[in-house]
C-alpha cells in the first residue's frame, strides 16, 4: 500500500484523535491506523463517564467552591508523590496540565460545543490530613453526553477531513513495527486484519488477511494502556501494593493491549513507571457484559460501610471515594481478593452511580426528564438492573438473611469467609458513630462534612441514617473485586509530545500521546491520580502533539 501522509497517528482513541484533528488545523495531511473496526472509535472514551478535572471554573464558583491554582498543585503534588529522577518532566507536565485545566480547557471545550452538567462531583476526597492525598474541593466536572459527548466532535471534524481527501482512516490495520531509518522513524508496518462486524467492545478477529506498510514525517503512539490483559498487569504489579490479585475484572476492553509501548520501546523510546497503575477496588461482574470479565466501577457516595474479606471494617482513610490506592494497598495487605460494601436501599438510591456511558443514559442520551428522575425515589434504572441480576448483589429483608448472602458469595481461597459477628460489630459501630452529631468517627465526619456541599447533599450523600433503622432497607451488601483500569506510566516525551529515546533528547519522528505517554511525560499522575485527568490528559497531550506537528 503506497500512501503519502504527513503524519500518522496509531490508535483513534481520544488523544490519536486529538492530535490528528489538530494537526489537520494545522493543514497537514493525516493517517490514523486503527487495530480494529470503525464501530469502534473513539476506543476508551466512548465508554468512559465523560468526567474532567478542571480548576475554578464557574461551574465550581457557582456552586461555591473555592478553587485555585496553587491549591489545585498542592493536591497534585501530595497526590503523586513524585520521587524518581524520571518524575522531571512528569512534574512539567502536571504543571502543564493544571495551567490548561484552569485557564485553556474549559474555552476549548465551548467552542468544541462540549458543556459539563452544572454539578460537579468530588471524587478521590482523600484524606484530609496535612500531606494526605486526593481533591481538597470538588474538580470532577461531568461532560453532558459522558464519553461519546468528548468524542464526537474530533470524529465529526476527521469525517469532514476524510471527505476532503486530507485525512485517511486505516482501520483493521494493526501496526507491529515502527520503521526506524538512520534514527528516525519513518513510517510503520503491520498486519491487515480480516473486516470484522462484532459490535463496539467485543473481541474483534486477529486473522490476519495481508500486511501494509506507511511512511510519514511524523509517527504519533497514541495506542493506549494495558490494562486490558490482566496477565500483563499482574507481571507489572508493583510491590508496594502486595501481591497481584487473582480475580480482577476487566475495566477495559480486551484492544487495551498494551502492544504499542513495547513498539515504541523498540524504536528507542524511553519507557518509565511501568509499575504505576491506577486500578479500583469497587469492580462487580457486569450482569450484561461486552468484552470478556467485563467490570463496572461503582462511584460511591460517602455512606456505605466498607469491610474485607473477613467482615472487617476497613481503617481511615479507605471510605468510599477516599483514596483508591490506598485503599487497594490496604486490601492486597490483607490478602483480599474482594472486599463489601454494606448499606441501605436509601444509600445505594442516591450514592451508587455506575461509570460508563452506556450506565448513565440519562447525562449520555442529554435526557433531562431521565436526569430528573436521579432525585426521585427510586434506585436509577442501570443500578436497579443491577440489584436485579448483579452477581455480586445481595438484597436482603434481614440482616441475617444479609449475613447468609455474604456467607455464601464470599468464600476465600483459604476456605474462610465472612465473619459474622465481625460484620454486625462494624455495622454497630458505624451506625453508632452515624447517631451521634458529635462523633469523631472519620466517616461520620466526612458524611457530615459532605453534606455541607450543595452538590453532594442533592445527588450523592443521603442523609445520615443508621444501616439497621428499617425505615431505609432492605439491606444490601455488595462484593468488590479490584478492576483494572488505567496505565499511570509509559512512553516519556517532552512538552511537545516527542518521544525521549534513552540519552533524553527526543526520538526524530516519534511522538507520543494519551495513555501510552502515561498522559503526559510517561507518567503525569505519578502514583495516583485526581481523577477526570485521563480524558483531560488525552485532550492536552494530543494537543500539543498535533501542533508540533
Ligand atoms: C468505562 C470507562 C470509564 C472511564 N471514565 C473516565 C472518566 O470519567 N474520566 C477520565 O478522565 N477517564 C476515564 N476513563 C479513562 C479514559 O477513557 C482513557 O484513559 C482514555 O480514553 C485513553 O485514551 P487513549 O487515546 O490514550 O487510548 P485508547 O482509548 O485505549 O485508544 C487506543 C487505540 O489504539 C488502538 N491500538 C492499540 N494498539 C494498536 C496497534 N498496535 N495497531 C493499531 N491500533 C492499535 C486500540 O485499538 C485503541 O482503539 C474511563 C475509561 C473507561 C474504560
Known sequence: MAHHTDALVIGSGLSGLVAACTALDRGRTVTIVEQEGPQSIGGQAFWSFGGLFLVDSPEQRRLGIEDSLELAWHDWEHTAGFDREDDAWARRWADAYLDFAHRDLRPWLRELGVSLFPVVGHAERGARTEGGHGNTVPRFHIVWGTGPGIVSPFTRQLREAVREGRARLAFRHRVTELLVEEGRVVGVAGDRLAEDVTVRGEPSSREVVGDFELRAESVVVATGGIGGELERVRELWPASLGAAPTQAVRGVPVHVDGSGLALAGEAGARLVNGDRMWHYTEGVGNWDPIWPDHGIRILPGPSSLWLDHRGRRLPSPNYPGFDTLTTLGHLRSVGAEHSWFVLTQSIVE???????????????????????????????????????????????????????GMERLGANADGTTIDRAAVVAAIEERDAAVADPDSTDPQAVEIRRAREYIGDRLVRTARPHRILDERHWPLIAVRLRTLTRKTLGGIQTDLDSRALGADGEPVPGLFAVGEAAGFGGGGVHGYRALEGTFLGGCLHTGLRAGRVI
Open 350 to 404: 442516591k450514592e451508587f452511580t455506575l461509570s460508563g456511558s452506556e450506565q448513565n443514559p440519562d447525562l449520555t442520551g442529554r435526557n433531562l426528564r431521565r436526569l430528573a428522575q436521579r432525585i426521585l425515589p427510586g434506585a436509577p434504572a442501570p443500578v436497579q438492573a443491577f440489584l436485579d441480576h448483579g452477581e455480586d448483589f445481595i438484597v436482603a429483608g434481614s440482616l441475617t438473611e444479609l449475613l447468609d
